[in-house]
């Protein structure tokens, strides 16, 4: 039995679930509920910042597998070949801190956020994160799918007991679409394990001993369209996308974060990840479809940002388009442009979630988020006013901020692919400038309206901001640390040598 | 008589032995004392069922103590069991008295038994008449209940009309073959001895009358009004014990015929096909929300005749491992209902509005089982459809297996609007309130218990289902 000796996997997944418990036994005493939430946030931050420093360095009873680090690997369903397989490579760890910082914050902006079912809100944060953390983590595609499954319910039960506007109908649509997309991944998990074990005689959900499968092409195409689907509608790409502006929107503020943050990227991550290895050669022929649904993202949710009133549909509309720079690099499939995708899903985590965080404490204050209601905050509220600026540049990609960096990678990876598209994509940058400059010039700048009686930041407020805005600078300025912990993964999977500059 | 043959027939003489003493307390100590006496006899026939015997003989009567049969003995005594204890306090609450009521349950039971232990085709047909027979009483139980009543009759003529199909089916395989025993009727048919066109018209016939018991479409018509109308523990018996009763012998019929035939096949293609389709269809439009149960439940059994389809080994190891499943999944389904149901019952969905806050204990488990029916990890539903997903493929059924995934998406939605009502609305009027009963408690942990152990754990379980398959 390979059993390397780090539990520390499956204790990121388990400690949030196992805090469920006590959570639930102490909801009479809310103050309590948050303050253990918080704690276990905090313990699950540390562990990743561990796993993140100490990771490449890291002595190992057996080998891993090539690119990863950790493994922890025991059967678990033997009749269907089921294993409980982790492991922990470059961009596994990279999207671990990502999760564990985003859910930091999301447990710290619900504090005053949240008044009713305050227990049962953070049991279900906790949930989230484990069931995220999982989502990374699985290197058996019956357990991936069994956590990316497991991370629904709560963001369910999220959106539509604390959500607002239309949260029920928000909720319900986005699981609805989320599970369409998964059963038929499902079915196609299904058959690559019964071809797999067809050829072999050895029927196995591992992902490692799945990836040499041969497959013929008319049913690997197939098998690719429904991981596509999937990971496509979670991302979401264009046109499977519809769910997103109602459940981005009607979302409480934590939820927005991590839907934005957070779900978008298992998405992508499954693309990387399992879609592509698993089928290369469909993948290969399928790519231009990708791309181009990936290029009408991007210009049509720029477009649609444009016109928009509220600012948490704007900020949905201009993520959407972002996820689209993100599949673009997935499916250039060069080393460059994939260390910039993942160096990008985890700047956009940081912007768009840091966003999504001002907007919810703006809509905490005056109880909405459309344009029209604000004005001439920078003379009311300043230092917020800093942070929208800042975090609003960031997503616009301005040099020296961390999207940039990302931005910047994945088009030139995407380049020696694919020039004309890179043009395209490139194009598409222009558009988020505009509406996102337009968004700050009349949130912040124009006279005031009517006379709001905000209040600025508190201490809590601050260190999430600019927690958020240090990283926005530091990894703007020094991706290095980043870039070599993706450098050797990205290399593995896309089967190239490394093209950093 | 030998001891072989006492071991075979010991379950069958303890529930026998335990209907008769309810129904003679009832006589001296009249009271509430049935549901104990019936948990006793039910329990004491799975706790017998549970030992190896030691020798195995040649089934005398057409009784067969094998591990199949006897797998089957503990599932439906455990669920006769919890039926008991889910009824008692929803009977005291409606007015439902007398022993009549925990002596049908045991007698029903009877029946599932005597089906499950069947060699022949007589006591196949008299044990799946034996336990319909005992639903029709329990079903029309509730004189309270106008409903109650109607469902009774519109069971019986539809039972009636099916129960003529079964037997004039086991006749003509008579007819054609010249045997009771089911394993060698089924080699004749296969071997193509005897009459075998009116073997196989007798086998048509059969399945027609099956297919009513499992109510899979277009033999479903009864399911909705009976779910509706009769007393909701008795519907959480009908939807478990009375459905696995049919897929155990839809399984012994379909084992004893060997490998998948084309004859067979396509028929069981067809019904599963209209049921996954049409119940999960129908069931989107439901406000009662034992209607929208009763749809539902024949969209399950449209996925289990999927497995059964393949006519493979994992085919038929999935059947059996989602009748345990489901089983435990309507027993909490059903059992939380009852449970919620004060002097008036609970019908609409409406009502069930912000419960999930206000009665949280069976708020949870309502919500448990429809997570589970709608088979989303990590609850044993997922298993479930993974295990018949699997076996579908695996036995070449791509295109069947396809359209049964598209039904699943539309059943998530019909099955988190419950979710939804219980926890995202708002209630009408005064706040519900009131805990469950200490039965009612205990019958619900134990079933929740099995949804989420075999959720994350089903290793051992399939093995036992191996193993009794042979």
Partial sequence: ???????????????????????????????????????????????????????????????????????????????????????????????????????????????????????????????????????????????????????????????GIWGRGKPVYSALKFFVYTMAGSLLMLLAIIGVYLIHGNQTGHYTFSLLELLGTTIDQSAALWLFGAFLLAFAIKVPLFPLHTWMP?????????????????????????????????????????????????????????????????????????????????????????????????????????????????????????????????????????????????????SAGLPGLN???????????????????????????????????????????????????????????????????????????????LLDLVRAPVQLISGGPGGLP | ???????????????????????????????????????VASLGSAFWALQEPPQTAAPPLGIAFT??????IVLFSLTAAIVLLLSHDYNKRRGIGGEEYPAAILFATFGMVVLATATNFLNLFLGLEGLTFAFYILTAIDRNCSGSGEAGLKYLLQGAASAAFVAF????????????????AMNAVMAGGGNVPIAWGGWGFLLIGLAFKVSLVPAHLWTPDVYQGAPTPVVAFLSTGSKAAGLVALVLLLTALGSGSEMTRMPLWWLSLLSMVLGNLAALRQRNLNRMLAYSSIAQMGYVTLALVTGTREGFSAVILYAVIYTAMNLTAFGAIASLSGEKRMDEINEYRGLGFSRPFQGGMLALAMFSLAGIPPTAGFMGKFAIFAAALGGGETVLAVLGIVTAVVSVYYYLRIVATLYMQAPEGEEASGGASFPEVAALCAAAFVILLLGVYPGPLMDVIDAILG
Wanted: aromatic share 12%.
């Fill in chain 1, 1 to 159: 039995m390979v059993n390397d000796n780090y539990q520390i996997l499956t204790i990121l997944i388990f400690l949030p679930l196992a805090a469920i418990v006590p959570v639930m036994l102490l909801r009479g005493r809310e103050g309590l509920c948050k303050w253990l939430a918080c704690s276990v946030s905090s313990i699950e931050l540390a562990l990743a910042g561990w796993l993140f420093c100490l990771a490449p360095v890291l002595p190992s009873a057996s080998v891993p597998p090539p690119g990863y680090f950790i493994r922890q690997d025991f059967p678990w369903i033997e009749r269907f070949g089921i294993r409980y397989s982790l492991g922990a490579d470059g961009i596994s760890v990279l999207l671990v801190l990502l999760t564990a910082f985003i859910m930091c914050i999301a447990v710290l902006i619900s504090r005053k956020a949240v008044t009713k079912h305050v227990a049962a809100y953070h049991a279900l944060l906790l949930a989230i994160t484990g069931g995220v953390m999982g989502v990374f983590l699985s290197l058996d595609l019956f357990l991936f799918y069994l956590f990316w499954e497991v991370m629904l319910i709560p963001m369910l039960l999220l959106i």
């Fill in chain 1, 246 to 394: 109602d459940a981005y929107a009607d979302a409480p503020p934590a939820g927005s974060l991590i839907l934005a943050a957070l779900l978008a990227k298992t998405g992508a991550y499954g693309l990387i990840r399992f879609a592509y290895p698993l089928f290369p050669t469909a993948a290969a022929l399928l790519s231009p479809v990708i791309f181009a649904l990936a290029a009408a993202g991007i210009l049509y949710g720029s477009w649609v940002a444009y016109a928009q009133h509220d600012m948490k549909r704007l900020v949905a509309y201009s993520s959407f388009g972002h996820m689209g720079f993100i599949v673009l690099g997935i499916a250039a499939w060069t080393p460059l442009s994939l260390s910039g995708s993942v160096l990008q899903m985890v700047n956009h985590g940081i912007t768009t979630g840091g966003l999504f965080v001002l907007l919810g404490m703006l809509e905490e204050r005056a109880d909405t988020t459309a344009i029209d209601a604000f004005g001439g905050l920078w003379g009311s509220i300043p230092n917020f006013s800093a942070f929208f600026l800042l975090f609003a540049l960031a």
């Fill in chain 1, 403 to 481: 999207n940039f960096v990302g931005e910047f990678l994945l088009l030139a990876g995407v380049f020696r692919v694919s020039p004309w598209m890179a043009v395209l994509a490139f194009a598409g940058i222009v558009p988020v400038l505009i509406y996102l400059l337009r968004m700050v010039q009349k949130v912040i700048f124009t006279q005031a309206r009517t006379p709001l009686g905000l209040r600025d930041v508190s201490l809590r407020e601050g260190l999430v901001l600019s927690a958020c805005a240090i990283l926005i600078v530091a990894l703007g300025v020094y991706p290095v640390p």
């Fill in chain 2, 1 to 39: 008589m030998t001891m072989a043959d006492v071991w075979a027939f010991m379950p069958l003489l303890i529930i026998a032995f335990g209907i008769l003493s309810v129904l003679l307390m009832g006589a001296f100590v009249p009271g509430r004392s049935g549901t104990v006496a019936g948990m």
């Fill in chain 2, 67 to 72: 591990p199949f049969s006897r797998f089957f």
């Fill in chain 2, 169 to 184: 089916g086991i006749a003509l395989l008579y007819a054609g073959v010249g045997t009771l025993e089911i394993q060698a």
